[in-house]
């Protein structure tokens, strides 16, 4: 029996406690800093006609049984996403929303199959803000734990210190060797050979059919994202437009895209996009990413039809989800993210 499915031992439970109820003043403090500022919790809807359409992203399926027994396809969503976007087009301005959130084909130290996301939205005001709501929630989590720095497998990093800002491009330069913009086109992806010859000089695998988004990936997860959070947070900003299926181009480059990710002691903990509001545009981006999908998995999601409608109403806005658990895993010291939330799924 797995520690997992044997939470409610009392001698495991006795260990996880002091994670749980840090973990709770967290989301308390957290609560209390976006009233301050303004914002609304909202609560989206678990059951979604699509749980989100990009191409790696695997969802739970269920069956929605009406009345007279007709039965249609439903999906837990993996982000709160569509449903906060439709509430911005409603006529909400700041909004956030600590959802339970389901992926499946995920689970690791730092992955639950459900878990807590932190999402929030600003409408008029640019992404910009959302790093600085970052900074500010990095601090206000280790001030709740009286923890003076983060850390997490051998890398550190101070909760307090301002985020270091640094594009993908010059991401790949410093640490890969790779002038990135040189290899991309119009659409966001490009010349594939010419980045498979710089990422092998790298050192890095590049297997005969990997296309330039496989080359791409490999290269951020083997030789960039190890860099990242260390001695202080980093906000890693303008993805490539093909790796920001929801955010609009960047204004100086369109190219890349507005698009950042925080990180901290080398983990992922919040995406963060100027949202994209052009219907047109992200019909689209979601009908290329599911025909990947299909050619990938055999499978695609259905589009939701009511958020695309919703974009056409939705004014200019930022947005962001943040991995809540992760974020108590730093600011508790946890190692697992089992640590940190109150019931964890049973693996067996």
Avoid at 7 to 36: G, S
Avoid at 288 to 306: F, N, V
Wanted: glycine fraction near 6%.
């Amino acid at each position: 029996m797995t520690d997992a499915s044997a939470w409610w031992r009392p001698h495991v439970h006795e260990d996880r406690r002091p994670f749980l109820l840090a973990r709770n003043r967290i989301a308390a403090a957290l609560r209390a800093f976006f009233a301050a500022d303004g914002f609304v919790e909202v609560e989206g809807a678990i059951l979604q006609v699509s749980p989100g359409n990009e191409t790696h992203l695997h969802a739970f399926a269920t069956e929605l049984v009406g009345p007279d027994l007709t039965t249609q396809r439903r999906y837990l969503h993996t982000s709160p996403e569509f449903a906060c976007k439709k509430l911005l087009a409603a006529g909400e301005t700041r909004i956030f929303d600590f959802a339970r959130v389901f992926r499946n084909r995920e689970r690791t130290a730092t992955h639950h199959p459900e878990f807590t996301m932190l999402e929030w939205y600003r409408a008029g005001e640019g992404y910009e803000a959302l790093m600085a709501d970052c900074a500010a929630i990095l601090a206000l989590a280790a001030e709740t734990t009286g923890r003076r720095r983060f850390a997490f497998r051998g890398r550190a990093a101070d909760p307090f210190a301002t985020p270091e800002r640094l594009t993908v491009a010059a991401a790949f330069q410093a640490f890969a060797g790779i002038d990135l913009p040189a290899t991309v086109d119009a659409a966001g992806t490009g010349d594939r050979e010419a980045l498979a010859d710089a990422a092998r000089a790298a050192g890095t695998r590049v297997a005969a059919d990997d296309s330039w988004l496989d080359i791409y990936s490999r290269v951020l997860v083997e030789r960039i994202e190890p860099h990242l959070g260390q001695g202080r947070a980093t906000i890693l900003c303008d993805y490539p437009l093909s790796e920001a299926a929801l955010a609009r181009p960047a204004p100086h480059d369109p190219r890349f895209a507005e698009r950042f990710e925080l990180y901290a002691c080398g983990l992922e903990l919040a995406n963060a996009f100027g949202e994209l509001t052009d219907p047109a545009e992200q019909r689209r981006r979601f009908e290329a990413d599911m025909a990947e999908k299909e050619r990938i998995y055999g499978e695609r999601y259905p589009l939701d039809e009511a958020f695309l409608a919703a974009l056409a109403l939705m004014p200019p806005a930022s947005g962001i989800a943040l991995g809540f658990d992760r974020l108590a895993m730093l600011a508790t010291g946890a190692s697992r993210i089992e640590q940190v939330i109150w019931t964890p799924v049973a693996e067996a």
